[in-house]
C-alpha cells in the first residue's frame, strides 16, 4: 500500500484548500479511507472518514467546514477544507483503516490569521 498526498500550502484564515491522496492499493473501492492531521506537539487526530458506500463521519472540529469524498476509478480520496482556522494548521495524511500500519508521506497545511 503506497499513499501520497497533495494539496496542502499556506492559506489565510477563512480560505479553502482541496487536498488529495492517491491510494496504491487494490481494494480501494471496497474499503474505508481516512484523513488524519498531526499539528505540532499534539497526536493525531482523525478528521474524517468516507466507507466504500460513500457514508461519512467528521470529528467535530471539521464538522460543516469539510467534505471528504473518494474517485473510486481514481484511487483517490479527497478532503474539501472550507473555512479554515489556525488551528487547522497540521501535516494532514490519508490513511486506510485495513492497513493499519500504514502512513504514507502527509501534506502540510499552515493556516496563517
Known amino acids: 500500500v503506497q499513499l501520497q498526498a497533495s494539496g496542502g500550502g499556506l492559506v489565510q484564515a477563512g480560505g479553502s484548500l482541496r487536498l488529495s491522496c492517491a491510494a496504491s492499493?487494490?481494494?480501494?473501492?471496497?474499503?474505508?479511507m481516512s484523513w488524519y492531521r498531526q499539528a505540532p506537539g499534539k497526536q493525531r487526530e482523525l478528521v474524517a472518514t468516507?466507507?466504500?458506500?460513500?457514508?461519512?463521519n467528521y470529528a467535530n472540529s471539521a464538522k460543516g467546514r469539510f467534505t471528504i469524498s473518494r474517485d473510486n476509478a481514481k484511487n483517490t480520496v479527497y478532503l474539501q477544507m472550507n473555512s479554515l482556522k489556525p488551528e487547522d494548521t497540521a501535516v494532514y495524511y490519508c490513511?486506510?483503516?485495513?492497513?493499519?500500519?500504514?502512513w504514507g508521506k502527509g501534506t502540510q497545511v499552515t493556516v496563517s490569521s
Open positions: 492499493v487494490s481494494i480501494f473501492s471496497t474499503t474505508t
Open positions: 468516507i466507507t466504500s458506500g460513500g457514508g461519512t
Open positions: 490513511f486506510v483503516p485495513a492497513f493499519p500500519t500504514t
